[in-house]
Protein backbone atom coordinates (compact mmCIF):
# COMPACT_ATOMS: atom_id res chain seq x y z
CA UNK A 1 0.00 0.00 0.00
CA UNK A 2 1.50 3.52 -1.00
CA UNK A 3 -0.45 6.82 0.80
CA UNK A 4 0.63 10.33 -0.67
CA UNK A 5 -0.62 13.00 1.20
CA UNK A 6 -1.35 16.28 -0.09
CA UNK A 7 -3.26 19.59 0.95
CA UNK A 8 -1.03 21.23 3.65
CA UNK A 9 -0.19 24.59 3.74
CA UNK A 10 0.30 28.32 5.48
CA UNK A 11 -3.25 29.84 6.95
CA UNK A 12 -3.69 32.18 9.73
CA UNK A 13 -5.65 31.01 13.09
CA UNK A 14 -9.94 30.56 12.16
CA UNK A 15 -8.57 29.30 8.67
CA UNK A 16 -9.52 26.65 7.25
CA UNK A 17 -7.88 23.48 5.26
CA UNK A 18 -8.35 20.08 3.93
CA UNK A 19 -6.20 17.44 3.36
CA UNK A 20 -6.43 14.42 0.97
CA UNK A 21 -4.36 11.31 0.87
CA UNK A 22 -4.96 8.72 -1.88
CA UNK A 23 -3.93 4.98 -1.53
CA UNK A 24 -2.49 3.02 -3.71
CA UNK A 25 -1.75 -0.46 -4.27
CA UNK A 26 -2.85 -3.01 -2.39
CA UNK A 27 -6.13 -1.28 -1.03
CA UNK A 28 -7.92 -4.45 -0.28
CA UNK A 29 -6.44 -4.99 2.30
CA UNK A 30 -6.46 -1.91 4.02
CA UNK A 31 -8.89 -1.87 7.73
CA UNK A 32 -8.73 1.18 8.28
CA UNK A 33 -7.04 4.91 7.84
CA UNK A 34 -6.28 7.76 9.90
CA UNK A 35 -4.31 11.03 10.08
CA UNK A 36 -1.38 11.76 12.52
CA UNK A 37 0.41 14.54 13.18
CA UNK A 38 3.89 15.42 14.78
CA UNK A 39 4.77 18.97 15.69
CA UNK A 40 8.23 20.09 16.08
CA UNK A 41 10.05 18.99 19.23
CA UNK A 42 7.22 16.24 19.75
CA UNK A 43 6.01 12.86 19.34
CA UNK A 44 3.69 12.27 16.39
CA UNK A 45 0.20 11.82 17.94
CA UNK A 46 -3.14 10.75 16.53
CA UNK A 47 -5.19 12.87 14.96
CA UNK A 48 -8.01 10.82 13.85
CA UNK A 49 -8.53 7.19 12.86
CA UNK A 50 -11.72 5.85 10.41
CA UNK A 51 -11.90 1.84 10.38
CA UNK A 52 -13.81 0.59 7.99
CA UNK A 53 -16.34 -0.82 9.90
CA UNK A 54 -17.10 1.02 13.14
CA UNK A 55 -16.40 4.11 14.99
CA UNK A 56 -14.71 7.14 13.83
CA UNK A 57 -12.69 8.00 16.63
CA UNK A 58 -10.82 12.03 17.07
CA UNK A 59 -8.08 13.31 19.33
CA UNK A 60 -9.86 15.66 22.24
CA UNK A 61 -8.05 18.74 20.81
CA UNK A 62 -9.46 18.38 17.25
CA UNK A 63 -13.16 17.22 18.21
CA UNK A 64 -15.36 19.28 16.79
CA UNK A 65 -12.85 21.28 14.22
CA UNK A 66 -11.77 18.42 11.95
CA UNK A 67 -13.97 16.04 10.23
CA UNK A 68 -12.42 13.21 7.91
CA UNK A 69 -14.24 11.12 5.21
CA UNK A 70 -13.57 8.84 2.94
CA UNK A 71 -14.24 8.23 -0.86
CA UNK A 72 -13.99 4.68 -1.30
CA UNK A 73 -14.42 4.93 -5.02
CA UNK A 74 -11.43 6.70 -5.18
CA UNK A 75 -9.33 5.17 -2.28
CA UNK A 76 -8.84 8.82 -1.17
CA UNK A 77 -9.24 9.72 2.71
CA UNK A 78 -9.66 13.53 3.68
CA UNK A 79 -9.55 15.71 6.48
CA UNK A 80 -11.67 18.85 6.72
CA UNK A 81 -9.99 21.41 9.32
CA UNK A 82 -11.86 24.25 10.79
CA UNK A 83 -11.18 26.74 13.09
CA UNK A 84 -7.54 26.46 12.93
CA UNK A 85 -5.41 27.09 15.95
CA UNK A 86 -1.80 27.84 16.16
CA UNK A 87 -1.26 24.30 17.97
CA UNK A 88 -2.38 22.88 14.87
CA UNK A 89 0.78 23.60 13.25
CA UNK A 90 2.38 20.49 12.34
CA UNK A 91 3.35 17.82 9.62
CA UNK A 92 0.47 15.86 9.01
CA UNK A 93 0.72 12.07 7.67
CA UNK A 94 -2.16 9.96 6.34
CA UNK A 95 -1.42 6.27 7.72
CA UNK A 96 -3.41 3.12 6.48
CA UNK A 97 -3.87 -0.15 9.09
CA UNK A 98 -4.14 -4.08 7.40
CA UNK A 99 -4.68 -6.90 9.80
CA UNK A 100 -3.45 -10.22 8.80
CA UNK A 101 -2.57 -11.78 12.14
CA UNK A 102 -0.84 -8.76 13.13
CA UNK A 103 -1.16 -5.14 12.00
CA UNK A 104 1.10 -3.52 9.48
CA UNK A 105 0.77 0.01 9.65
CA UNK A 106 1.25 2.07 5.68
CA UNK A 107 2.56 5.84 6.22
CA UNK A 108 2.16 8.67 3.84
CA UNK A 109 5.25 11.30 3.35
CA UNK A 110 3.76 14.07 5.31
CA UNK A 111 2.40 17.57 4.31
CA UNK A 112 3.27 20.71 6.38
CA UNK A 113 0.31 22.46 8.03
CA UNK A 114 1.33 26.09 9.43
CA UNK A 115 -1.04 28.38 11.41
CA UNK A 116 -0.39 31.39 12.24
CA UNK A 117 -1.72 33.97 15.16
Known amino acids: VQLQASGGGSVQAGGSLRLSCVASGSVSRINGMGWYRQAPGKQRELVTY???????DYADSVKGRFTVSRDTAKNTMYLQMISLKPEDTAVYYC????????????WGQGTQVTVSS
Open 95 to 106: SAVSYFGVAKYY
Open 50 to 56: SPNEGNT
